[in-house]
Nanobody, 137 residues
């Protein structure tokens, strides 16, 4: 049975840090790129960070670039998200998910010029219950 469990959320002040974990079971983590998603109240869930199956590539949306770091331990089947200098706009429910590709070439993929393409966030699945992050100013 496929399962992912997110943990590590909490309530912090602006400028503080949190480290989220995502423990996977029922599938091999090293067969998938893995992503972190965030859903703020009243907004759609958005992909914010992604790491290749072998950790050689990582992608971040602009709003978290330079503050968040995604990593993985394939031996332990765990994905991490280190979040530094948290801001109130980072508040929301955080989820991890696997790139299922659904018949397409799995991420990472590249533009013709060689630069990294963004992940296809709609190809991700195996959702957990999420972990809540609340940042106060």
């Amino acid at each position: 049975q496929v399962q992912v469990v997110e943990s590590g959320g909490g309530s912090v002040q602006a400028g503080e840090s949190l480290r989220l974990s995502c423990t996977a079971s029922g599938f091999q983590l090293d067969e998938h790129a893995m992503g972190w998603f965030r859903q703020a109240p009243g907004r759609e869930r958005e992909g914010i960070a992604c790491i290749a199956w072998n950790s050689r590539n990582a992608y971040y949306v602009d709003s978290v670039k330079g503050r968040f770091t995604v990593s993985r331990d394939n031996d332990k089947n765990i994905l991490y998200l280190q979040m530094d200098n948290l801001q109130p706009e980072d508040s929301g429910m955080y989820y991890c998910a696997a790139d299922l590709s659904l018949g397409k070439i799995p991420w990472p993929t590249y533009y013709r010029g060689g630069s990294l393409e963004p992940p296809r966030w709609d190809q991700f699945g195996y959702w957990g219950q999420g972990t809540q992050v609340t940042v106060s100013s």
